[in-house]
Protein backbone atom coordinates (compact mmCIF):
# COMPACT_ATOMS: atom_id res chain seq x y z
CA UNK A 1 0.00 0.00 0.00
CA UNK A 2 1.59 3.25 -0.77
CA UNK A 3 -0.22 5.35 1.63
CA UNK A 4 -2.89 8.16 1.65
CA UNK A 5 -3.45 9.39 -1.93
CA UNK A 6 -5.30 12.82 -2.83
CA UNK A 7 -5.99 14.46 -6.59
CA UNK A 8 -4.97 16.67 -8.03
CA UNK A 9 -2.27 17.99 -6.18
CA UNK A 10 -2.90 21.44 -7.14
CA UNK A 11 -5.94 23.61 -8.45
CA UNK A 12 -6.48 26.49 -9.58
CA UNK A 13 -10.35 27.67 -9.86
CA UNK A 14 -12.05 31.19 -10.35
CA UNK A 15 -14.13 32.62 -8.37
CA UNK A 16 -17.89 30.84 -8.36
CA UNK A 17 -16.66 27.67 -10.22
CA UNK A 18 -17.20 24.54 -8.34
CA UNK A 19 -13.99 22.08 -7.59
CA UNK A 20 -13.86 18.55 -6.40
CA UNK A 21 -11.28 17.12 -4.67
CA UNK A 22 -10.66 13.20 -4.74
CA UNK A 23 -8.57 11.09 -1.41
CA UNK A 24 -8.01 7.41 -1.58
CA UNK A 25 -6.98 6.05 1.90
CA UNK A 26 -5.19 3.41 3.08
CA UNK A 27 -6.94 0.48 1.84
CA UNK A 28 -7.60 -1.34 5.42
CA UNK A 29 -8.81 1.97 7.08
CA UNK A 30 -12.35 2.46 7.62
CA UNK A 31 -12.30 5.78 8.77
CA UNK A 32 -11.69 9.06 6.74
CA UNK A 33 -10.97 12.64 7.63
CA UNK A 34 -10.75 15.77 5.67
CA UNK A 35 -9.03 18.91 7.17
CA UNK A 36 -8.63 22.48 5.63
CA UNK A 37 -5.53 23.93 6.25
CA UNK A 38 -3.80 27.66 5.86
CA UNK A 39 -0.41 28.82 5.53
CA UNK A 40 1.11 28.37 9.40
CA UNK A 41 -2.08 27.39 11.12
CA UNK A 42 -3.09 23.78 12.33
CA UNK A 43 -5.81 21.66 10.49
CA UNK A 44 -8.97 22.51 10.75
CA UNK A 45 -11.54 19.86 11.06
CA UNK A 46 -14.08 19.61 8.51
CA UNK A 47 -16.22 15.94 7.97
CA UNK A 48 -14.76 12.57 9.02
CA UNK A 49 -16.76 8.96 7.72
CA UNK A 50 -16.81 5.67 9.34
CA UNK A 51 -16.80 3.29 6.27
CA UNK A 52 -19.81 4.86 4.22
CA UNK A 53 -21.56 6.86 6.99
CA UNK A 54 -20.56 10.98 7.34
CA UNK A 55 -19.96 10.95 11.56
CA UNK A 56 -19.72 15.04 11.37
CA UNK A 57 -19.33 18.16 9.94
CA UNK A 58 -18.10 21.13 11.28
CA UNK A 59 -20.59 23.74 11.61
CA UNK A 60 -18.34 26.12 10.63
CA UNK A 61 -18.45 24.52 6.76
CA UNK A 62 -21.33 26.19 4.65
CA UNK A 63 -23.78 24.11 2.70
CA UNK A 64 -21.64 24.85 -0.28
CA UNK A 65 -19.15 22.27 0.52
CA UNK A 66 -19.91 18.81 0.73
CA UNK A 67 -18.10 15.19 0.91
CA UNK A 68 -18.85 11.81 -0.07
CA UNK A 69 -17.66 8.53 0.64
CA UNK A 70 -20.24 6.06 -1.20
CA UNK A 71 -18.55 2.47 -0.72
CA UNK A 72 -16.70 3.00 2.29
CA UNK A 73 -13.26 3.47 0.22
CA UNK A 74 -12.07 6.69 -1.27
CA UNK A 75 -13.77 10.35 -0.86
CA UNK A 76 -14.40 13.26 -2.53
CA UNK A 77 -14.73 16.59 -1.34
CA UNK A 78 -16.91 19.08 -3.33
CA UNK A 79 -17.52 22.58 -3.18
CA UNK A 80 -19.27 24.75 -5.03
CA UNK A 81 -19.54 28.45 -6.26
CA UNK A 82 -15.89 29.07 -5.07
CA UNK A 83 -14.96 31.99 -3.03
CA UNK A 84 -11.71 33.55 -2.73
CA UNK A 85 -11.70 32.63 1.61
CA UNK A 86 -11.61 28.96 0.35
CA UNK A 87 -8.19 29.02 -0.98
CA UNK A 88 -5.82 26.53 1.46
CA UNK A 89 -4.51 23.11 1.55
CA UNK A 90 -7.33 20.65 1.81
CA UNK A 91 -5.94 17.16 3.67
CA UNK A 92 -7.05 13.83 3.89
CA UNK A 93 -6.29 11.41 6.64
CA UNK A 94 -7.34 7.56 7.29
CA UNK A 95 -7.04 5.70 9.99
CA UNK A 96 -8.54 2.62 11.47
CA UNK A 97 -10.67 2.04 14.50
CA UNK A 98 -9.62 -1.87 14.94
CA UNK A 99 -6.61 -3.07 16.90
CA UNK A 100 -4.59 -0.85 18.57
CA UNK A 101 -3.06 1.64 16.17
CA UNK A 102 -5.67 4.28 15.98
CA UNK A 103 -3.10 6.91 14.61
CA UNK A 104 -4.21 8.99 11.48
CA UNK A 105 -1.68 8.66 8.08
CA UNK A 106 -2.29 12.02 6.04
CA UNK A 107 -2.13 12.39 2.38
CA UNK A 108 -0.02 15.10 0.46
CA UNK A 109 -3.57 17.48 0.11
CA UNK A 110 -4.53 19.37 -2.29
CA UNK A 111 -3.67 22.88 -2.65
CA UNK A 112 -6.94 25.34 -4.30
CA UNK A 113 -6.10 29.03 -5.55
CA UNK A 114 -9.35 30.52 -6.11
CA UNK A 115 -8.97 33.80 -8.40
CA UNK B 1 -15.86 18.78 23.63
CA UNK B 2 -12.26 17.83 23.67
CA UNK B 3 -9.63 20.84 23.01
CA UNK B 4 -5.99 20.50 22.52
CA UNK B 5 -3.82 23.57 23.35
CA UNK B 6 -0.41 25.07 22.10
CA UNK B 7 0.47 28.05 23.45
CA UNK B 8 3.88 28.68 22.37
CA UNK B 9 3.68 30.00 18.24
CA UNK B 10 7.14 29.91 18.12
CA UNK B 11 10.42 28.20 19.11
CA UNK B 12 14.27 27.83 18.19
CA UNK B 13 16.97 25.27 19.55
CA UNK B 14 20.90 25.11 18.39
CA UNK B 15 21.65 22.10 16.42
CA UNK B 16 21.91 19.03 18.74
CA UNK B 17 20.85 21.06 21.90
CA UNK B 18 17.40 19.54 24.04
CA UNK B 19 14.15 21.05 23.54
CA UNK B 20 10.43 20.76 24.77
CA UNK B 21 7.57 21.74 22.89
CA UNK B 22 4.48 21.80 25.30
CA UNK B 23 1.01 20.59 24.86
CA UNK B 24 -2.59 20.60 27.38
CA UNK B 25 -5.42 18.98 26.53
CA UNK B 26 -8.55 18.67 27.79
CA UNK B 27 -11.60 15.74 27.79
CA UNK B 28 -14.10 14.21 30.16
CA UNK B 29 -12.99 10.69 28.73
CA UNK B 30 -11.06 8.00 30.19
CA UNK B 31 -9.63 5.96 26.98
CA UNK B 32 -8.22 8.27 24.53
CA UNK B 33 -4.76 8.69 22.35
CA UNK B 34 -2.31 11.26 22.10
CA UNK B 35 -0.12 12.18 19.33
CA UNK B 36 2.44 14.66 18.34
CA UNK B 37 2.95 15.02 14.35
CA UNK B 38 5.45 17.29 12.30
CA UNK B 39 4.61 19.06 8.97
CA UNK B 40 8.07 20.30 6.96
CA UNK B 41 8.03 23.25 5.66
CA UNK B 42 5.60 22.87 2.35
CA UNK B 43 5.64 19.04 3.27
CA UNK B 44 3.56 16.06 4.44
CA UNK B 45 2.33 15.90 7.60
CA UNK B 46 3.81 12.75 9.43
CA UNK B 47 3.07 10.89 13.08
CA UNK B 48 5.97 11.52 14.88
CA UNK B 49 4.97 9.77 18.50
CA UNK B 50 1.97 8.28 20.03
CA UNK B 51 0.78 7.90 23.29
CA UNK B 52 -1.89 5.32 25.20
CA UNK B 53 -3.60 7.31 27.76
CA UNK B 54 -3.70 3.86 29.92
CA UNK B 55 0.07 3.61 29.76
CA UNK B 56 1.71 5.65 32.16
CA UNK B 57 5.36 5.13 31.16
CA UNK B 58 6.34 7.55 28.68
CA UNK B 59 6.42 6.61 24.76
CA UNK B 60 9.77 6.83 23.13
CA UNK B 61 10.85 7.10 19.69
CA UNK B 62 14.67 7.38 18.99
CA UNK B 63 15.55 11.20 19.83
CA UNK B 64 11.44 11.89 20.27
CA UNK B 65 10.15 11.47 23.24
CA UNK B 66 7.31 12.55 25.91
CA UNK B 67 6.12 13.88 29.29
CA UNK B 68 2.60 12.70 30.16
CA UNK B 69 1.20 13.67 32.98
CA UNK B 70 -3.11 12.52 32.94
CA UNK B 71 -3.83 14.03 36.13
CA UNK B 72 -2.69 17.59 34.57
CA UNK B 73 -3.57 16.81 31.01
CA UNK B 74 -0.25 18.41 29.41
CA UNK B 75 1.46 15.73 27.19
CA UNK B 76 5.08 17.23 26.07
CA UNK B 77 7.28 16.37 23.74
CA UNK B 78 11.05 16.09 24.14
CA UNK B 79 13.64 16.32 20.89
CA UNK B 80 17.08 15.76 21.80
CA UNK B 81 20.40 16.09 19.91
CA UNK B 82 18.21 18.56 17.70
CA UNK B 83 18.94 18.00 14.23
CA UNK B 84 18.44 20.88 11.17
CA UNK B 85 16.06 18.75 9.75
CA UNK B 86 13.49 18.88 12.80
CA UNK B 87 12.89 21.89 11.12
CA UNK B 88 9.14 21.92 11.34
CA UNK B 89 5.34 22.66 13.00
CA UNK B 90 4.65 20.34 15.35
CA UNK B 91 1.07 19.62 15.92
CA UNK B 92 -0.59 17.91 19.28
CA UNK B 93 -3.43 15.94 18.30
CA UNK B 94 -6.01 13.86 20.39
CA UNK B 95 -8.63 10.96 19.73
CA UNK B 96 -11.05 8.62 21.60
CA UNK B 97 -9.89 5.30 21.15
CA UNK B 98 -14.02 4.50 20.73
CA UNK B 99 -17.25 5.82 20.08
CA UNK B 100 -19.02 7.95 17.67
CA UNK B 101 -17.54 11.28 18.46
CA UNK B 102 -13.92 10.50 17.42
CA UNK B 103 -12.53 12.60 15.29
CA UNK B 104 -9.10 13.40 15.18
CA UNK B 105 -8.35 17.32 16.95
CA UNK B 106 -5.27 19.52 16.35
CA UNK B 107 -3.41 22.46 18.53
CA UNK B 108 -2.85 25.24 16.57
CA UNK B 109 0.87 24.07 16.39
CA UNK B 110 4.29 25.22 17.28
CA UNK B 111 7.00 26.18 14.45
CA UNK B 112 10.63 25.04 15.85
CA UNK B 113 13.60 26.05 14.44
CA UNK B 114 16.67 24.40 14.71
CA UNK B 115 20.00 26.97 14.10
CA UNK B 116 23.06 25.56 12.69
Known amino acids: DTGVSQDPRHKITKRGQNVTFRCDPI?????LYWYRQTLGQGPEFLTY????????KSRLLSDRFSAERPKGSFSTLEIQRTEQGDSAMYLC?????????????FGQGTRLTVV | AQTVTQSQPEMSVQEAETVTLSCTYD???????LFWYKQPPSRQMILVIR??????QNATENRFSVNFQKAAKSFSLKISDSQLGDTAMYFC?????????????FGKGITLSVRP
Open chain 1, 93 to 105: ASSSDRGNRPEAF
Open chain 1, 27 to 31: SEHNR
Open chain 1, 49 to 56: FQNEAQLE
Open chain 2, 27 to 33: TSENNYY
Open chain 2, 51 to 56: QEAYKQ
Open chain 2, 93 to 105: AFIIYTGANSKLT
